[in-house]
């Protein structure tokens, strides 16, 4: 598609949006918006890896042998962790520090507005990297349990 297939109109329309969103005030509430999708997700994954390890992991480690048992520990604790600090993250992102005094000056709402739209962005950067590695090591600390099942 190119321009020549709208109307002058719905150009004219486009542009007033593109404007509006370039805004500070609309590039933070996007981005906590995005920050408030994110930390939805890291919640959810959460919940779920954790009764997927409960429900189909080992009952006791200790009948594992020591090398995988301790894998499976240290993944289990690295895994949950980048989790817990990816949410932590998210909810910093999504919602500020309480008691934070707000700005009365135009422009200093303006440049805060940029700012934090820039800390929240990656602040949900990092966090959705940080959700990644954390699945994979409590999805990886599963697959130890079900490949080293240990003594009967």
Wanted: glycine letters at 8%; zero cysteines; proline letters at 4%.
């Amino acid at each position: 598609m190119s321009a020549r297939d709208f109307t002058e109109d719905e150009l004219d329309d486009a542009y007033d949006r593109v404007l509006a969103m370039a805004t500070p005030p609309e590039q933070l509430r996007i981005a906590r918006q995005q920050a408030e999708g994110y930390r939805n997700f890291l919640a959810s994954i959460t919940g779920l890896l954790t009764v997927v390890f409960v429900l189909k992991g080992q009952e006791n480690l200790s009948k594992m042998p020591t090398g995988p048992r301790w894998w499976v520990i240290g993944l289990l604790a690295s895994g949950f962790l980048l989790l817990l600090v990816a949410s932590w993250m998210m909810v910093s992102a999504v919602h500020e520090k309480p008691g934070r005094k707000q700005v009365s000056d135009a422009t200093l709402l303006l440049v805060y507005e940029r700012a934090r739209a820039e800390t929240v962005r990656r602040m949900t950067g990092w966090a959705r990297w940080m959700g990644l590695f954390g699945v994979v090591a409590v999805s990886a600390a599963s697959l130890v349990t079900w490949i080293w099942p240990g003594k009967s």
